[in-house]
Every structure is written in structure tokens, then in C-alpha cells.
């Protein structure tokens, strides 16, 4: 149909809506006419709308960039920890990723404080099981031995964990990781035997300084 034929029913419209009580013949045929075209143009309005979007969509996943893990193969960290069944014993701490998915951790404390001393060595084995752009998610276990003395008295054992934790780095801090780590641990001296949970935020989980 032309143009010319659709402004002319348009124009017949407006004569069938002032006479409408004289020419309702006209009045249907014209809206049975223009019902369809308005249906059209509807669904190609809606057409257009949904290709847009799905343009629009396309073009920004484009431009999403890859996330890569941080890999931290071959690399040896460097900082601190307070992660000890006893209490108050802040240690340094030695962290190894032999590759990009198995690290090694070793934790040393000690405090010579007069019939308040306390010793600790800890070791940790964990493995990555998730990565992401800036963060590496892993689980492990550590076992290490605890000796302090208590009004004269020394007393000695162990500490065992189980665990899950993360840790992060800031954008422009790359050498720097922060962890967060949670579990359960059991931690036995001579005159007691403790099961604890675990929720250790960075100021105890630790931060390292890879090299």
C-alpha cells in the first residue's frame, strides 16, 4: 500500500469520526484497514529496540578485558603472623608457591618474657583451588609445636588446623598479599586440650611481602 493511500484513509478517518452516526461503513473499513499497519509498526518498533540492545550487549562484552589469577610460581614471601593456640605470640612468617597452585608456609614465634615465655613453630601446606584477578582462594592444613611457661612451670604440644582462606592484592600493592582464613583447630598442652574455631582476619591470617 502507498503513502499516499494511507494518508488518505487517515484523512477519511477523521470525516468517519465527525459523521459517525451518518457513515459507520466508512468508519470500519477504515479502522479495519489502518489496525494492521498500527500492529506492524508496533512489532517493528519493539524489532529494532531488541537489536539495539542486544548490540549494545555485544559491544561491551567486547570490550571486557581477560582476568587472570595471580601467579605467584616461584616466588618467596616475606611478613608476619599471629596464628598460634596460644595467645599473644605474634611470629614471622615464610611463605613458597613452588608452582602456581601448591604454597608452603612456615611460622616462627618467640617471646623469652621472665616465667611468661612462649615458643611456637608452625607449618602450612595449602593448595589453590580457585582463582581470580587479583585473589587466590585455597585450602589447607598446618601442624606445629607450642611450648610456654606459666608461673615457673613450662608446658608443651601441639596445634593442628584445618582450613580455607584467600588471599588478596591491592591494584598498584602487586607484591603485597593480604590473607583472611577460617577453620577448626585443636591445639593440646600438657594440662589442657582446646578445640577452637578459626576466623583469622589479616592483622592474624598475615600479610607477606613477595620477592
Known sequence: MSKIAIEKCVGELGV???????NSVCESATWGLLAPLRVLAFL?????????????????????????SKDL???????????????????????????????IAGHLGVDTQKDNSKFGFLAKAFRVVFAEDH???????????????????????FDLSGYFGAEFFLPGLDSL???FEAGVGVT?????VRFRTIGDSPLRAGMIFYF
Open 44 to 68: 517493528l518498533s519493539g524489532r529494532w529496540v531488541a537489536v539495539g540492545s542486544l548490540t549494545l550487549a555485544l559491544a561491551l562484552l567486547g570490550r571486557q578485558e581477560p582476568a587472570w
Open 73 to 103: 610460581s616461584s616466588r618467596l614471601g616475606v611478613g608476619y603472623a599471629d596464628q598460634f593456640g596460644v595467645a599473644g605470640l605474634p611470629s614471622l612468617a615464610v611463605r613458597y608457591y613452588p608452582n602456581s597452585e601448591f604454597g
Open 188 to 192: 593440646s598442652l600438657s594440662s589442657d
Open 16 to 22: 468517519c469520526g465527525q459523521r459517525r452516526g451518518e
Open 135 to 157: 585473589l587466590n582462594f585455597y585450602v589447607g592444613a598446618a601442624a606445629g609445636l607450642i611450648s610456654k611457661e606459666n608461673a615457673g612451670r613450662n608446658e608443651s604440644g
Open 177 to 179: 598479599g593480604w590473607s
